[in-house]
């Protein structure tokens, strides 16, 4: 069973576009939802996270867009450049009375290819 | 600040033959995970240390794998036998002990079993 649906599974899109990248659970006890970036050769990387108790957050030319009652989350990257293009990966987890947190539950990923 | 490492980074094997993954987690995290990245897919979690006991294996097939954290520090990951499925990156990434939705990611080890 998926937990974490990651759509689209690949995207194209211009030099100075605005690809957005979306993500639904079902599990309502999720209370802490990261994207991860990863080059090819590399391990994923944190890039941006949100907790439920905001609608948006953003960091630099990152944002992510929350919505609670529809159960869905997105990721936005503004003004992209070549050097974004890599797999994006949603991931969700929730709190644990033994260690803070649950173990990360990852989408499928999104290769993003930004193009001059 | 170095990060986690881990080697081999690339292996290939034969089905029924063994293999095994080291990892070192970023210096004074105490939680370790080993993860299975499948080509095209997520990484899907295989087992999470705290320190050097084990927090969560259920998704460790337990038939043909095993891992180890003994000092708590490094860690190994082994298949015995490997099956032809078991092609993957394998990733390793650690994180504080309180802070364990923050992971930090190793380059992994790509192993192709034929």
């Known amino acids: 069973q998926q937990q974490v649906k990651q759509s689209p599974q690949s995207l194209i899109v211009q030099k100075g576009g605005i690809p957005i990248i979306n993500c639904a659970y079902e599990?309502?006890?999720?209370?802490?939802f990261p994207w991860y970036q990863q080059f090819p050769g590399k391990g994923p990387a944190l890039l941006i996270a949100?907790?439920?108790?905001?609608s948006e957050k953003k960091e630099g030319r990152f944002t992510i867009s929350f919505n609670k009652s529809a159960k869905q989350f997105s990721l936005h990257i503004m003004d992209s450049q070549p050097g974004d293009s890599a797999t994006y990966f949603c991931a969700a987890s929730m709190r644990s009375h033994h260690s803070g947190n649950t173990p990360l539950v990852f989408g499928k990923g999104t290769r993003l290819s930004v193009i001059a | 600040e170095a990060g986690v490492a881990q080697s081999p980074r690339y292996k290939i094997i034969e089905k029924r033959q063994s293999v095994a993954f080291w990892c070192n987690p970023i210096?004074?995290?105490?939680?370790l995970y080993w993860y299975q990245q499948i080509l095209g897919q997520g990484p899907k979690l295989l087992i999470q240390f705290q320190n050097n006991g084990v927090v969560d294996d259920s998704q460790l097939p337990k038939d043909r794998f095993s891992a180890e954290r003994l000092k708590g520090v490094d860690s190994t990951l082994k298949i015995q036998p490997a099956k032809l499925e078991d092609s993957a990156v394998y990733l390793c990434?650690?994180?504080?002990?309180?802070?364990?939705?923050?992971?930090?990611f190793g380059p992994g080890t790509r192993l192709t079993v034929t």
């Open positions: 599990n309502t006890a999720f209370d802490y």
């Open positions: 949100i907790r439920p108790d905001v």
């Open positions: 210096s004074g995290h105490a939680t």
């Open positions: 990434a650690s994180s504080l002990r309180d802070r364990v939705h923050e992971q930090y």
